[in-house]
C-alpha cells in the first residue's frame, strides 16, 4: 500500500519560515511529478509548485522567489521551504504525486499540513 504522509506544518509569524515534507511509503517504482496544492478556507483547492523527475519546476505566481521545492529521489520525499510568510499563505498544504506502482500509473494524496500565518 503506497503513502503520503506530511509534515513540518504549523503556526508561524509574517515573515518566518517552515520547511513542508511528504515522504512516500510502500512498492514505488517510479515518482514522476510530485506536487504541493493548498486550500484556504472557503476556496479552491490550488497548485503551489510542482517538481518532475528531472527537476524541472513550476510555481505559482502569488508564491514564486518565496518557497523553492525540491525532492530527494533516493528517499522518495518532495520538500517545500516556505520563506516569507505572509498571512494569505494560511491553508491546508497538500502533496499529491504521480506514481508507477508495477505497471499502473496513479496519482496520490497526502493527509494534509496546516500552515498559519498570524502574529
Known amino acids: 500500500q503506497v503513502q503520503f504522509v506530511e509534515s513540518g506544518g504549523g503556526l508561524v509569524q509574517p515573515g518566518g519560515s517552515l520547511r513542508l515534507s511528504c515522504a512516500a511509503s510502500?512498492?514505488?517504482?517510479?515518482?514522476?511529478?510530485m506536487d504541493w496544492y493548498r486550500q484556504a478556507p472557503g476556496k479552491q483547492r490550488e497548485l503551489v509548485a510542482r517538481i518532475s523527475s528531472a527537476g524541472t519546476t513550476y510555481y505559482l505566481d502569488s508564491v514564486k522567489d518565496r518557497v523553492p521545492i525540491s525532492r530527494d529521489n533516493a528517499k522518495n520525499t518532495v520538500y517545500l521551504q516556505m520563506n516569507n510568510l505572509k498571512p494569505v499563505d494560511t491553508a491546508v498544504y497538500y502533496c499529491?504525486?504521480?506514481?508507477?506502482?508495477?505497471?499502473?500509473?496513479?496519482?496520490?494524496w497526502g493527509q494534509g499540513t496546516q500552515v498559519t500565518v498570524s502574529s
Open positions: 499529491n504525486s504521480v506514481v508507477r506502482i508495477g505497471a499502473r500509473v496513479s496519482d496520490y
Open positions: 510502500g512498492s514505488i517504482s517510479s515518482i514522476y511529478l
